[in-house]
Nanobody, 126 residues
């Protein structure tokens, strides 16, 4: 059974940091593209970052470049999102997702991903 479980969300002050984890089970995360997405109230779900299969190249939305870092621990079958210099506008429910992305280089489009976690809340407030 394919399962993705996010953790690590919470309340942080502006300028602070959080590390989100996405633990995969039922499949090998290294063989899929893993993306991080977020959805704020009243807004559409948007892609934040992804790490592609095998080679592990990483991609970021412009809004988080230089502040967020995605990484993968193959031994733990887990993907992380290190978020630094958090801003109010980063507050959202963060989801990780797995996708085959066959034929694509990478994608930050939610509909391209097949399996989703339940999400973890990130609140940025002073």
């Amino acid at each position: 059974q394919v399962q993705l479980v996010e953790s690590g969300g919470g309340l942080v002050q502006p300028g602070g940091s959080l590390r989100l984890s996405c633990a995969a089970s039922g499949f090998t995360a290294e063989n899929y593209a893993i993306g991080w997405f977020r959805q704020a109230p009243g807004k559409e779900r948007e892609g934040v970052s992804c790490i592609i299969r095998r080679a592990g190249r990483t991609y970021y939305a412009d809004s988080v470049k230089g502040r967020f870092t995605i990484s993968r621990d193959n031994a733990k079958n887990t993907v992380y999102l290190q978020m630094n210099s958090l801003k109010h506008e980063d507050a959202a429910v963060y989801y990780c997702a797995a996708g085959d992305l066959r034929g694509m280089g990478y994608s930050l489009t939610p509909r391209d991903y097949d399996y989703w976690g339940q999400g973890t809340q990130v609140t940025v407030s002073s």
